[in-house]
């Protein structure tokens, strides 16, 4: 950083040649800086996948390195949503996967054989260094300002609203298609500049394989148009225009189809018709143009401009026809609630259930991007300023990219290259006119305004003002104002250096595989109970035996303990997630079929009451209750779980149907036991839990962690003698009082409820004292 | 959706049909502003003859070239309204077939255009680094990829 701002004074007295050295120089540590600060995590725990949607890329791309790319692209996983299994060369993007099976076979072919683990661990932090680079290429399209583009790489290498994506460990879509996406619109904005079909056919290339890496390459395909549709608008349309977009468009809508999980999408679907349509609106506007620039005849072209009007209404009609007649796919869930915010918590609760699809805080902007963000709006000032067909685009992505950052966390990861961009467009433009101390010596103007600020005092105000006024020299001179705003600017860009660190080092670098706390003399605690359970799974259990649990966990079930499972992250069946929740938070009856019908072996829960860690599935019961509830609206509801003041509570004072659910009995099962009498505390929820715990009839506990983060329980198999569980369970444990009641001779009650049955005993007793 | 595809492809693809020979002899009469006057006063005349002062003036004034690319470009309009015809008419049930067909015919179409548009002569300010042999040499390459796509696609 500190090289860069002296960039200028190189300007004058040495050549070319040391810029470029110096550049390089510059370009080599920033990409140096943007891997070292996402090392935290393996510096301090170790070198792992974290998170849950890793979990399956690393799994696709072992099963890609181990078995080849073919296999791999027609590969039907039968471990995961088990009854069904999963068409995963279909349903999966495989940008990422190859890109690393690439760099796997590379390095052995060096003869540097590195374990692809430690490959997709460190992807993510190689590509932000080339994200730096592909910044530096951007903004030195914007701006002819020498340090506009190293300020952008630099912003762009340590920013942590990018880091959070990609700290190492991080083997997610995001780490490289921000690379791509960066990329992208650098070969965009070159295409547009030159007017040149090959870097048009370069920028379908990429998006190709944008669409290829990450769901989110619906954004370029909107925002190209939305720029093209804009410079349309604004009157600039010309033929270099018409080149860069239809060579884009051709190629690049032909290059996304050949993915199979995208196939007729772009044909088909609502994201997509605004490209089509604009490609559609550039062969007409190209058309009139034509004819324009030849006839002389006004009234010929507004005729023609009306034309384009009509054609491009009646187009437009036809496309709201069609999509309302359903030929044209409409808006896809994830994508509509983006527009109408509401949507998603209504209709379908599992978009609404992801934290990170939650509107953005406004302290969440400053977080992570600490002063960037207030230099962001200034940048995007000055490209209105000067407003040049590539300036149209950053203005256009600005505003694109801000709405909907605000609209949901996680696309603040799309406003991050644009917000560096900006904010070094405004910066540099402050140090440009900071930093230059030699080039107002050299006129002779100077002088005057030096001499006239010496003899300030001395002179009339008047006269001071006419002076000037003869001259007008605008720019600032004053060495102390410069020196001063240079500090000034300098020390807010340490700040933003140390922030960075800090925010990257303390927020963004847990793995949330391993929880990490410190002891009261500040050593630190690992606290390692999910791979604990994983490692249990993996070496005490069937080959093939089925684990449910709540989908959040189904990736890294199948990564860590290799173990079939129904549900996982994939959420592309909805229906078979509400029947785990509806296993989960019905009857012990009522679930036990459901278990049989599905062959589950295992269940699986997380349990954070002990040690106070929030995530667990207590807390993200009641989105189980209502995914289910979509499905079952007449069997689970709701409203049972709360009691009647309306509150959702798991102590003396929860609802029977509570009480009953499977959920409640797996977390809370035997964990009386582990305090004295009465004295049982849910650190989570911070309440006092009931004298007597429940009681579990039809899965028995197989497994708990440490910590007891992690409980597993094995299904019952049937009975051997055809009883029902809550009656044999009650059979074992209730020994002796049915050998009181034996006397009686054999008794036909059988009840299935085991409160029932405890009850009935009860009366039975009764009913044999007075006799 | 086809038809959705269609309706815009066809927009683009069709009106080239009239407009080849009516937009190219609009170059002309721009390059030449002697001719205007001709074709103002012209307009007296029957449309017919207007029509055909405006093809003859097309046939003079083109670059052999020019008029070469102008026949490959009719020749793709041609063949991409046969297989959009031939798709309704039959319909589309190899539909990436469809695609993949069709789509060539209007990349190569737009291909086609991008390079017109570079090498005429009129747009050599728009285009101040690319020389035509440049841009020959870009539509091979965008060609090439074009048909690589296509020949995937089409299975």
Known sequence: MVAKTQEPFFQGSTGKNSRGVLRIVILCLIAGAAVASRLFSVIRFESIIHEFDPWFNFRATKYLVSNGFYDFWDWFDDRTWHPLGRVTGGTLYPGLMVTSGVIYHALRALTIPVDIRNICVLLAPGFSGLTAFATYLFTNEMSTSPSAGLLAAIFMGIAPGYISRSVAGSYDNEAIAIFLLVFTFYLWIKAVKLGSAFWGALCALFYGYMVSAWGGYVFITNLIPLHVFVLVCMGRFSPRVYVSYCTWYALGTLASMQIPFVGFLPIRSSEHMSALGIFGLLQLVGFVEFVRSGVPSKQFATLLRGFVLVVFAISFGGLVLLTVSGVIAPWTGRFYSLWDTGYAKIHIPIIASVSEHQPTAWPAYFFDLNLLIWLFPAGVYLCFLKLADEQVFVVVYAILASYFSGVMVRLMLTLTPIVCVAAALALSNILDTYLTFKSPEEPTTITAPEGSSNSATKKAAKQEELRSMRQPLIGIYSGFSKISVVTAMTTYLLIFVLHCTWVTSNAYSSPSVVLASRMPDGSQHIIDDYREAYQWLRQNTKEDAKIMSWWDYGY?????????????????????????????????????????????????????????YSGDDINKFLWMVRIAEGIWPDEVKERDFFTERGEYRVDGGATQTMKDSLMYKMSYYNYNSLFPPGQAQDRVRGVKMPEVGPVLNTVEEAFTSENWIIRIYKVKDLD??????????????????????KKRGPKKINVSVNMAMREVQLSTRHCCEPE | MAPKKNAAAA?????????????????????TPIKIPSKSSSQNQSPQQVALGIWQNYLDKTPQRTKLIDVFMS??????????????????????????????????????????????????AEFSSVSPERAFADYVFGSLILHFFCVNFIN
């Not at chain 1, 051997?720 to 009641?741: I, P």
């Open chain 1, 720 to 741: 051997n003698v055809g009883r029902d569980h809550a009656s044999a369970a009650s059979f074992e444990r209730g020994n002796k009082k049915k050998k009181t009641t």
């Open chain 2, 75 to 124: 020749f793709l309009v041609v063949v991409g309204v046969l297989q959009f015809v031939y798709c309704i008419l039959a319909g589309n049930y190899p539909f990436n077939a469809f695609l993949s067909g069709f789509s060539a015919t209007v990349g190569q179409f737009v291909l086609t255009a991008s390079l017109r548009i570079q090498t005429n002569a009129e747009n050599k």
């Open chain 1, 556 to 612: 890294q079930i199948g990564g860590m303990a290799d173990r079939p499972t129904l549900v996982d992250n994939n959420t592309w069946n909805n229906t078979h997630i509400a029947t785990v929740g509806k296993a989960m938070s019905s009857r012990e009856e009522v679930s036990y079929p459901i278990m049989r019908q599905h062959e589950v072996d295992y269940v699986l829960v997380v349990f954070g009451g002990l040690l106070g």
């Open chain 2, 11 to 31: 927009a683009s693809v069709a009106s080239p049909t009239p407009q080849t020979t009516n937009s190219t002899t609009t170059i002309l009469s721009s390059s």
